[in-house]
């Protein structure tokens, strides 16, 4: 591989042998039709009924019903967006740390402060990470790929622009099978996966009236890793992710810590009625970071949808945020309101090439 960049590695940040399994609500473990190692862990399990509320509620019975009955005439779609934090000791374009859990702003420096005169060095252990991830889902991986500037304000993003990657991403088609509830198997596209920096982080609880500003986090290296709208129910979203999960934490690319981050989901979800070929408009479900929330707010933006269209309403394509608390979903913005990035590629960064003696090589490091 050529390209400017920094080497960096460490050991794998968890090892599959922490990896929890599934168990039957009798303690005993459930059988496990897979063909590969992570699919061990793909399948979702039974989930303990929340508390102060009991698990056949007659709320909850009722809920579940009115979401069969409605199954019955429509049909959902589903597409995942997963980034996935890369488990290298550096930045993807700095010298800084991303240990997690540091005092705010102690590790950044002044090319994640985009301080003029700066400029990045790529990581390749970041690019490593990629491709390795690209081998283990038969994905296309492109010979030349080439970073881009996305151009957004946030005040947790000190250069006013991303650094990402649009028409030439590291890897392109691919595929994983998932195995479901019922020990059937199912095969979900995966459109592309590319490199991105992740932005700061806004902290809102530690002060009163204002906002604070944590920039640890900026420009540590993200896989995002987009599905093809093949998935047609909150249980088949679950099964997916937690087969991603357990991938790049038997790869050792990332330690799946979805607590601290470092896996976290966009769903995006439209329903159609059944044999309707034709998508329907889909709501965005920005960074959801648990399995649970996943399937609870998928359920309700589905019944959310539903519903709006059988009471004669519209459903408009917009960002929403889930709110587990009152579990439902709400507007955070709409495609009115949604940003033009203007991506355009990075001059600061050369296109990376990619040999296909560096690929052979890394084929052979592939767990078994």
Known sequence: MSSCSRPTSRKAACSTSRTSTSRSATGTPAPRPASKPWQRHAVPSPLPARRGRPAGSAAGLRRHRRIEEHHMQWETVIGLEIHAQLATQSKIFSGSSTAFGAAPNTQASLVD????????????????????????????????????????????????????????????????????????????????????????????????????IDLNRAGTPLLEIVSEP????????????????????????????????????????????????????????????????????????????????????????????????????????????????RYFPCPDLLPVVIEPEYLAKLREQLPE
């Open 113 to 212: 402060l985009a301080m003029p005169g700066t400029l990045p060095v790529l990581n390749e252990e970041a690019v490593r990470m990629a491709c390795l991830f690209g081998l283990a889902i038969d994905a296309r991986i492109d010979r030349q790929n080439v970073f881009a500037r996305k151009n957004y304000f946030y005040p947790d993003l000190p250069k006013g622009y991303q650094t990402s990657q649009m028409d030439h991403p590291i890897v392109g088609k691919g595929h994983l099978d998932i195995t479901l509830e019922d020990g059937t198997t199912k095969r979900i596209g995966i459109t592309r996966a590319h490199l991105e920096e992740d932005a700061g982080k806004s902290l809102h609880e530690d002060f009163q009236g204002m906002s604070g």
């Open 230 to 341: 093949d998935i047609r129910s909150a249980k088949e979203a679950v099964a997916y992710v937690k087969a991603i999960h357990a991938l790049v934490r038997y790869l050792g690319i990332c330690d799946g810590n979805m607590a601290e981050g470092s896996l976290r989901c966009d769903c995006n979800v439209s329903v159609r009625p059944k044999g309707q070929a034709e998508f329907g408009t889909r709501a965005e479900i920005k960074n959801v970071n648990s399995f649970r929330f996943i399937e609870k707010a998928i359920n309700h933006e589905i019944q959310r949808q539903i519903e709006l269209i059988e009471d004669g309403g519209k459903v408009v394509q917009e960002t929403r945020l889930y709110d587990p608390n009152k579990d439902e979903t709400r507007s955070m913005r709409g495609k009115e309101e949604a940003n033009d990035y």
